[in-house]
């Protein structure tokens, strides 16, 4: 009986040191390094699960203590819930089961998924990487960018950040999500239907492999989905804009009308603004946006949502910029942007290497932050930081970021929780923030931003310094502000 009670004692002592061991490699490190994926579990014929077997001798146990201890540490590790997962990190590459819906060179298209069995949650996210728009810039970026153009020499795995990490702390509210990644290989900014021709040499088929995946998952457990977030970040911002409301009628037409679908459009919110400098329309980068989606969406066989493409009759372009669109979108939508979007100042010919900015192009940057303001100010579900940058919520800071205090994983928090408390007849929760945007009018006046580098030398670079180099002129502006130089720069380092 002593012998018993010692062995349940060894048993539990083994049981909470592998919990504590396998939650403190579980917490990692804010960055962690892509793990190695472990030898294959063996499947059973008779269940879908993994099993391991662990038998316990219990013969000789005093003449061997050593080989006793280390059967009772496999054991207690098989039984830690963590320890099942703990290695099995990464998304898995998977090919569409519709051979006919394919990327750009006519290889199969697909998706990564890292399935959460325990979840009822599944998050789709779409990636970006600009577009092409005619024969000529689609073979440049064969040529130059051939993985958003081919799946050919996609990795068997990916390893998810942001809020696609699989890691609670970096991603607070959706760490056990069942995670999918849709690489972006079809250049049409997730709006094309259109198989290859010996004309354009090309598919276009953006809006096809989303529904194909979406179909390919309901047999792997999205059947029994509560809410489906179909995610992107740039071209596949925009690409939730174009298809969110698509998703959520094909999977109605199925009969899953029990899957609330939902949409997170990160950095794909673009102006029709007038360029800087206006160019001729040669390539992505020094086309106008009105122009190049203008010649896309022929190019393309693009798609754009119904009761949008009825409201722009003949001009459907008008449907791939947020503000034009959004009103027709009857999915709850939440949309990220920085007001200062260095994609959109691309498109726009502000270029911010080299010399520092005139004071014409430091006057258009700050009126290009009031007029996506304004573009955002009827959005109920958004987080609109004052900064320069491009893309977030797959990057490891997106957790940093604040406006008014909120961070986006909160902000996305309180709109999940506000989403069902409307369903429930529920009054939306106080002190819990949906609508959130920065009112300080230059780039990185908000102190939370991310960290910006000189694009020549990659050296960090302070509030003030990226001012200067921008031409801010600290006598001028203190001057309109009414108070003295030293205290403006005061305010700035400190980012009041």
């Known amino acids: 009986e002593k012998r018993t009670i010692w062995l349940h004692g060894v048993l539990l002592l083994v049981l909470m040191q592998s919990g504590a061991l396998c939650a403190r490699r579980f917490r990692g490190g804010r960055n962690p390094q892509p793990r190695r994926s472990p ?105 130059t960018m051939r993985r958003l153009m081919s799946s050919s020499k996609w990795p068997q795995t990916k390893t998810g950040t942001g809020i696609l990490s699989p890691l609670p702390e970096e991603n607070p509210h959706w760490w056990n999500a069942n995670m999918v990644f849709v690489p972006y290989c079809s250049s049409d900014v997730w709006s094309g239907a259109t198989a290859k021709t010996d004309q354009s040499g090309y598919a276009f088929m953006g809006s096809l492999i989303i529904q194909e995946v979406v179909k390919d998952l309901l047999k792997k457990g999205l059947e029994n989905a509560k809410v489906l977030l179909l995610a992107g970040s740039s071209a596949g911002g925009t690409g939730v804009l174009l298809n ?42 020094s086309c106008a946006p009105t122009e190049t989606i203008k010649r896309g969406i022929k190019y393309w066989g693009g798609m754009v949502p119904e009761r949008c493409k009825q409201a722009h009759e003949g001009e459907e372009w008008n449907c791939f910029f947020g503000y034009r669109v959004f009103p027709s979108i009857k999915s709850p939508v939440f949309v990220v942007q920085w007001l200062f979007d260095e994609a959109q100042l ?43 940058s491009h893309e977030v919520i797959t990057r490891n800071y997106w957790i940093d970021v ?33 609508h959130l945007i920065d009112s300080c009018p230059w780039p990185h006046c908000n102190p939370t931003c991310p960290t910006i580098r000189d694009q020549f030398t990659g050296q960090e670079m302070n509030v003030i310094q990226f001012l200067m180099h921008m031409g801010f002129d600290v006598q001028k502006m203190a001057q309109q ?11 700035l380092s400190s980012g009041s």
């Open 39 to 143: 030898p294959p579990p063996t499947y059973r014929a008779d269940r879908g699960d993994t099993t391991e077997s662990f038998p316990l001798d219990f013969t000789a146990v005093e003449e061997n203590m050593d080989n006793f201890m280390t059967q009772v540490k496999n054991l207690a590790q098989s039984l830690y819930p963590c320890s099942a997962q703990k290695l099995d990190y990464d998304m898995r590459l998977n090919f569409l089961e519709n051979t006919s819906v394919t990327c750009n060179d006519g290889s199969p298209a697909g998706y990564y998924l890292k399935e959460s069995r325990g979840s009822r949650r599944w998050l789709i996210f779409l990636e970006g990487g600009w577009y092409c728009f005619n024969k000529e810039n689609c073979d440049s970026r064969y040529e």
């Open 481 to 491: 502000q009414g108070m003295d130089p030293s205290k403006l720069l005061g305010m």
């Open 346 to 388: 691309t498109v726009d010919n502000i270029q911010l290497t080299g010399q520092p900015v005139q004071e014409g192009q430091w006057r258009y940057i700050q009126n290009l932050g009031t007029e996506l303001r304004n573009t955002l100010k009827d959005v109920p579900a958004m987080f609109a930081p004052a900064c320069l």
């Open 402 to 434: 604040q406006v008014k205090g909120t961070s986006l994983p909160r902000a996305l928090h309180c709109w999940d929780r506000s989403l069902h408390d409307n369903r429930n007849n529920k009054a939306p929760p106080k002190g819990c923030p949906v």
């Open 244 to 285: 969110v409301d698509r998703v959520a009628e094909m999977l109605e037409g199925l009969g899953h009308t029990a899957i609330q679908v939902r949409g997170l459009s990160d950095s794909g919110w673009f102006l029709d603004n007038k360029q800087y400098h206006c160019t001729d329309c040669v390539d992505t980068a």
